[in-house]
């Protein structure tokens, strides 16, 4: 086996024809390979091939491909009758039920029947590898091809080694799936591979601050889209999936690494699972979507005045896009250099980022009663919305004050319960820690990770990318207030992170 992409003859066979299966073989066979389908149920690969042509007759009436590479291709998609029938063919794509054992006997019959040279591509999300290669007598040729839905748009495919996996293989498939358009990354076999085991804090920490009352669902992810530059909130994207999907995603990631806290599934998440609630396809989920339903709209604060002296501090990010903002609004301010992290003073009201802790802890300890938090935000200069919270010694007038500057700032203002560490910015220091301990236990490399979560989540920055830009120390300050509010093990800080701020360097240098 050799580490170079399979030539175009090579026959490539897919076994499953639902959505994930027959968007393999369309994008195999528009690639060049002829593509043999087989699946069990009678009927069910000619149909898949139809709709396959009917894809790429679509493709060619947009423009997307010519008339004769879309008949080309359709004309290299044949239905097979057994596995028998799949003799010749140079990887065998396996996109069935998430199941071991179906995935065990269905590659250890291909053994006795294809040559020894013929490579085995599991499209598995959950299931180890190493365990579905244990079946084989030649565990070697058999590696994870993992395709995202749907398969033909996401450019992300995991190549995921088992422990017997031999690196040529991983390294053909690599190749291969680039020759195809794909974007393609290593990963060693340990649960979740990288997106569905990186991607778990962006839906738990908005379940706990759902949990804790911090917020409404609306408001959580319309901070979390126009404050943290994410397509989708976490609840509208947890509905989106099916709750049934992500909180078995969930559950597995957590049994898988022995019950880890980090992973703990959402009592939440369990009542709407029970309730077959499940999402946009029961018509239920966080969201109603029966007709004459009304979207809930995020809570917004009402117009304030920004009544008193305004100062900006510093030269940060955030401090030199909210006095950008506030020139635009013409409203007048005076600048001083920062010394403890403020953002900025209007009236009695001190405003700083915030840093982990609640508004009512670092009040305490700073002796500032009048302290207002704000989130972070991908882009200050970009942002629509902030999320806010205030210290319980807040006076309302200096609440009000705040509220008023970052209104006069452009900014619509989201008021959460003072929970630590807001919503994007303990979901990044969470996203990114995950990110750092697969790299950390060597599952995968750093830009891998970035890549992967870009690509298979449609993150706005890769989290390791964003730590860097936000600033590593910041993170783990961010992570060490959390574990110190908490008291929970979840928040255990990577020691990836650890030793970038100790060598004061970024995660990526």
């Known amino acids: ?35 043999k389908l087989l699946d069990n149920r009678p009927g069910a690969a000619d149909r898949a091939i139809a709709g396959i042509r009917g894809q790429f007759a679509k493709l060619a009436e947009k423009g997307r491909m010519t008339a004769a590479a879309a008949e080309a291709a359709g004309h290299r998609l044949l239905a097979a009758g057994q596995l028998s029938d799949l003799v010749d063919c140079a990887l065998v794509v396996e996109a069935i039920v998430e199941n071991l054992e179906a995935k065990q006997k269905l590659y250890a019959d291909l053994e006795a029947i294809v040559a020894p040279d013929c490579i085995f591509g599991t499209n598995t999300s959950s299931i180890s590898v190493t365990a579905i290669g244990a079946a084989l007598q030649r565990p070697e040729r058999l590696a994870g091809l993992h395709f995202f839905n749907p398969a033909p748009l996401m450019a992300l495919v995991e190549i995921v080694s088992g422990l017997a996996t031999d690196r040529a293989v991983a390294d053909t498939l690599f190749a291969t799936a680039a020759a195809w358009g794909k974007t393609p990354v290593h990963a060693r076999s340990t649960p979740g591979f990288i997106v569905n085991r990186v991607a778990r804090p962006y839906y738990a920490e908005a379940l706990r601050l759902a949990q804790e009352g911090a917020a409404d669902y609306a408001t959580i992810d319309a901070v979390m889209r126009e404050a943290g530059g994410f397509r989708m909130g976490p609840f509208e994207l947890m509905d989106m999936i099916g709750h049934d999907v992500n909180f078995a995603v969930t559950g597995s990631v957590w049994r898988a690494f022995y019950n880890d806290p980090r992973f703990l599934p959402s009592l939440l998440q369990q009542e709407l699972v029970d309730a077959g609630f499940l999402g946009r396809k029961s018509g239920r989920g966080f969201y109603d979507y029966r007709e004459g339903a009304q979207r809930p709209q995020p809570q917004t604060e009402a117009a304030q005045a920004p009544a008193g002296k305004i100062t900006v501090f510093g030269e940060s990010t955030v401090a030199e896009a909210l006095a950008e903002r506030l020139e635009h609004s013409r409203l007048s301010f005076g600048r001083a250099p920062e010394t403890d992290g403020r953002v ?11 840093d982990g802790r609640s ?33 319980e010694q807040c006076e309302p007038s200096a609440i009000s004050a705040a509220i008023g500057l970052l209104q006069a700032a452009g900014f619509a203002v989201s008021r959460f319960l003072d929970v630590p560490g807001l919503a994007v910015m303990r979901s990044l220091a969470m996203l990114a820690n995950e990110a750092a301990d697969a790299v950390n ?27 860097d830009r936000v600033g590593v120390e910041r993170i783990r300050e961010v992570l060490a207030n959390l574990g110190g509010s908490y008291g929970e093990d979840r928040y255990r800080i990577s020691p990836l992170i650890q030793r970038a701020v100790f060598a004061g360097r970024n995660i990526h240098d």
């Open 344 to 354: 900025a003073e209007i009236g009695r009201a001190t405003i700083f980022v915030t």
């Open 441 to 467: 236990q060597g599952v995968c490399s750093e830009a891998a990770a970035d890549s992967a979560m870009r690509l298979g989540v449609n993150y706005p920055l890769g989290p390791l990318a964003w730590a």
């Open 359 to 391: 508004a009512t802890q670092r009040a305490h300890q700073s002796g500032i009663a009048n302290t207002v938090l704000i989130d972070l935000a991908l882009d200050y200069n970009q942002a629509s919305r902030l999320a806010i919270a205030a210290a």
């Open 1 to 35: 086996m050799s580490n170079t992409t399979l030539p175009q003859q090579a026959i490539i066979a897919v076994v499953g024809t639902g959505a994930m299966g027959a968007g393999i073989a369309q994008i195999a066979a528009a690639a060049g390979h002829p593509v």
